[in-house]
């Protein structure tokens, strides 16, 4: 096992992403704010690589912690913007299980997140998968408070060019600042 270098977890690097979006894919400018896109990325070691264990307690019990530190990543790229919309994902590295991403996303490390961005109500529509360094994952959104809003049902795409090795989970979290960007297919509004 790697040295742990956080809480119990050995995390080989740390990824932020940001971009801004000023107009749509039309080129007509935003109606309102820009929006913006937030993805925070951890490539942690995989205790449970290459072997099968029932209990995945060596990641869950430390999540929290992950959880917190996520969220400060988060706030501090939207540098006081409020998140409207959010996601989670998992890229597991090929000597490890699916289940072994999942783990790592549980409300144990989403609770702390939400509570970060202003006690988001809503489910956090969730993803992931297996696959190499550069392997590329689409992160789905939807409203922080209100699952039915279809303005904010959006995707960041996140390709990292080095992770996850065979033997890492990259754990991702997206934040956005408001739904798409001239969204006009009706139901109901952000609270």
């Known amino acids: 096992m790697k040295e742990a270098n956080f809480g119990r977890y050995h995390i080989r690097k740390w990824i932020t992403q940001v971009s801004d979006t000023l107009a749509n894919e039309t080129g007509v400018l935003a109606d309102g704010a820009p929006l913006r896109k937030v993805v925070v990325a951890a490539v942690i070691a995989n205790p449970y690589a290459g072997r099968f264990s029932e209990d995945l307690s060596q990641i869950v019990d430390g999540s929290a912690a992950l959880g917190v530190e996520f969220g400060r990543r988060l706030l501090e790229a939207l540098a006081g913007t409020p998140v409207q919309g959010y996601g989670k994902a998992c890229l597991v590295g090929v000597a490890g299980e699916y289940e072994h991403g999942n783990a790592f996303l549980t409300s144990t490390f989403a609770n702390p997140v939400r509570d970060a961005l202003g006690g988001a109500k809503a489910w956090i529509p969730s993803t992931g998968k297996r696959g190499g360094p550069g392997t590329p994952i689409d992160i789905p959104f939807a409203h922080k408070d209100e699952l039915y809003v279809r303005s ?30 001239h969204a006009r297919l009706g139901g109901p509004k952000a609270p």
């Not at 795409?157 to 065979?166: K, S």
């Open 152 to 181: 904010h049902y959006d995707t960041v795409t996140v390709h990292l060019d080095d992770a996850p090795n065979p033997d890492e989970v990259a754990v991702l979290f997206a934040v956005s600042t408001r739904g798409r960007l």
